[in-house]
């Protein structure tokens, strides 16, 4: 049974401050990278559990996340390959509901299409929020 836990993979600056939010907001947040002063990045207010190691590895996934019973999965690695490849074995292996990927490459999201995968891309954020500001001329 799936249980309201969220995995986050990657502890940089969006991944970081996902899980940190996520955790002030009561989820059950575990967080995981391959290097442990990446959990640096966290805010003081995260309450989840960090684990050290490679979300490739179906090991760690299985024993230390406890993937089989997530419902929800964030990957955001800075490797677009790898986000991918993390993605793919949460919705096909192991029928995670809710998985979300960053890409930094727009053209990646083609590698989803037909899943429920959903594509999170900073750069499109970004450029949306500026021509927002931009349309409202708030850009102070």
Do not use: W
Not at 100 to 127: C, M, W
């Amino acid at each position: 049974m799936k249980k309201n836990r969220v995995v986050v993979v990657g502890s940089g600056r969006l991944g970081s401050n996902i899980a940190t939010e996520l955790s002030q907001l009561g989820q059950d947040v575990l967080i995981i990278d391959k290097k442990a002063s990446s959990f640096r990045q966290l805010g003081d207010s995260f309450s989840g559990y960090d684990v050290v190691g490679d979300a490739t590895d179906l090991s760690i996934l299985e024993i230390d996340t406890f993937i089989e019973e997530t419902n929800e999965v964030i990957i955001a690695t800075d490797n677009d390959n790898v986000n991918l490849f993390i993605a793919h074995i949460c919705y096909y292996i192991y029928h995670v509901p809710h998985v979300y990927v960053r890409f930094s490459d727009t053209d990646k999201g083609k590698l989803i299409e037909n899943t429920t995968i959903q594509a999170i891309y900073p750069f499109i954020l970004s450029f949306d929020d500026f021509m927002r500001k931009r349309k409202s001329g708030d850009l102070t």
